[in-house]
C-alpha cells in the first residue's frame, strides 16, 4: 500500500487562501459590472484613468502592472464598447494617450459604487483597528517583491 503524502491539504498554503479571496472578488465585480459591459480588470483601467485622464500608454501599463500587448487587448475592448478613445501625443510620435469617453464619464458614479459598496462589506467584517491592519497588510504585500 501506497503512504499517503500528507501535508495539510491546500488550506493551509496563503497562495491558496488568497487566490479564494480574489476569486470571491472577482465573482462580486463580474456579477456587478456585467449590465455596464465591462469585466473587473476593464473596472481597473476605469480607476486609474478616472484618477489621470489623458494619460500615456505606457505609463498607464506600468500602473497596471501589465504589459503592452494585454493592456492593447484591454482597451481595444474598451474602446468598442464606448468607454475609452486612444490618441496621438502629440509632443511624442511613438505615444499613445488614453482618455475615458463622456459614455464612461456618465458610468464613473455607478461603477465607484459598486466599489465602495464592497468596500464597506468586507470592512464591516472587522473592527476599526483591526481593518486598519489589514489595509497594512495588503499594502505591504503589493509593495514588496515576490
Known amino acids: ?28 465585480y463580474e456579477s456587478r459590472l456585467a449590465r455596464f459591459g465591462i469585466t473587473p480588470v476593464q473596472f481597473y483601467v476605469f480607476s486609474v484613468l478616472w484618477e489621470n485622464d489623458g494619460m500615456k500608454f505606457k505609463d ?15 482597451l481595444d475592448r474598451m474602446e468598442r464598447g464606448g468607454y475609452v478613445k ?7 510620435r511613438r505615444s499613445l494617450l488614453v482618455y475615458l469617453t463622456e459614455q464612461a464619464r456618465a458610468n464613473g458614479p455607478a461603477l465607484a459604487g459598486l466599489a465602495e459598496t464592497l468596500d464597506q462589506e468586507i470592512q464591516g467584517q472587522f473592527t476599526g483597528a483591526d481593518y486598519t491592519v489589514f489595509l497594512k497588510v495588503l499594502d505591504h504585500l503589493i509593495a514588496r517583491e515576490p
Open 1 to 28: 500500500m501506497e503512504s499517503r503524502n500528507d501535508y495539510g491539504g491546500p488550506s493551509r498554503f496563503i497562495c491558496f487562501k488568497l487566490a479564494r479571496v480574489m476569486r470571491k472578488v472577482q465573482r462580486y
Open 60 to 74: 498607464l501599463a506600468e500602473r497596471m502592472n501589465l504589459d503592452g500587448s494585454t493592456l492593447t487587448g484591454i
Open 86 to 92: 486612444r490618441e496621438d501625443d502629440p509632443e511624442d
